[in-house]
T-cell receptor, first 111, second 114 residues
Framework: GEDVEQSLFLSVREGDSSVINCTYT??????LYWYKQEPGAGLQLLTY?????DMKQDQRLTVLLNKKDKHLSLRIADTQTGDSAIYFC???????????FGKGTTLSMSS | EPEVTQTPSHQVTQMGQEVILRCVPI?????FYWYRQILGQKVEFLVS????????KSEIFDDQFSVERPDGSNFTLKIRSTKLEDSAMYFC????????????FGEGSWLTVV
């Protein structure tokens, strides 16, 4: 069935770039998304990419999409303490409105 | 900035009881959703609702669950005869259209069934 996979943890030093990777299975997804969840908070839409695009840049965020390999990545430049959160990759199910989420990648700062 | 609001933020209920989780979607949105996240697991789609009827639902959304938009502003999820495994964070979301890029989530209602 449809599935979205992500690594569970990523630790980076403040100021470095973070790259969070995701693989998905539904090739009919129209959009792919990155959501951020801070402790005790809801899911915040960070950015999304339309399936016919390869790349989207939005300030410190860069999304790369490799449709052939069904691979999506989120790069956060100059990672700050406030970026510590869980990042969820999501795809739309069969071009509908339901979102299929990954398990989330916990981004933390290392000293 | 407009937001989706959910109540209660946390509810503890006894097994077998009925629970109603409430949501106020963003006012000009037309599509409404419920998702759930069992602790340590993925966020899972339950149901989407448009034009006063269910437009999509997952296998999880069986006869135990129902949704309603009783008064044009609230969107509710009713869980009948709760089980221990219904313990989860339930997220409401809404969107302006069906493209998915305008889906906004509430902060969630944490349900604990004891």
């Amino acid at each position: 069935g449809e599935d979205v996979e992500q690594s569970l943890f990523l630790s980076v030093r403040e100021g470095d770039s973070s790259v969070i990777n995701c693989t998905y299975t539904d090739s009919s997804s129209t959009y792919l998304y990155w959501y951020k969840q801070e402790p005790g908070a809801g899911l915040q839409l960070l950015t999304y990419i339309f399936s016919n695009m390869d790349m989207k840049q939005d300030q410190r965020l860069t999304v790369l999409l490799n449709k052939k390999d069904k691979h999506l990545s989120l790069r956060i430049a100059d990672t700050q303490t406030g970026d510590s959160a869980i990042y969820f990759c999501a795809e739309t199910y069969q071009a509908g409105t339901a979102l299929i989420f990954g398990k989330g990648t916990t981004l933390s700062m290392s000293s | 900035e407009p937001e989706v609001t959910q109540t209660p933020s946390h509810q503890v209920t006894q097994m077998g009881q009925e629970v109603i989780l409430r949501c106020v979607p963003i006012s000009n949105h037309l599509y409404f959703y419920w998702y759930r996240q069992i602790l340590g697991q993925k966020v899972e789609f339950l149901v989407s609702f448009y034009n006063n009827e269910i437009s999509e639902k997952s296998e999880i959304f069986d006869d135990q669950f129902s949704v309603e938009r009783p008064d044009g502003s609230n969107f509710t999820l009713k869980i009948r005869s709760t089980k221990l495994e219904d313990s989860a964070m339930y997220f409401c979301a809404s969107s302006r259209d069906r493209t998915g890029n305008t889906i906004y989530f509430g902060e969630g209602s944490w349900l604990t069934v004891v």
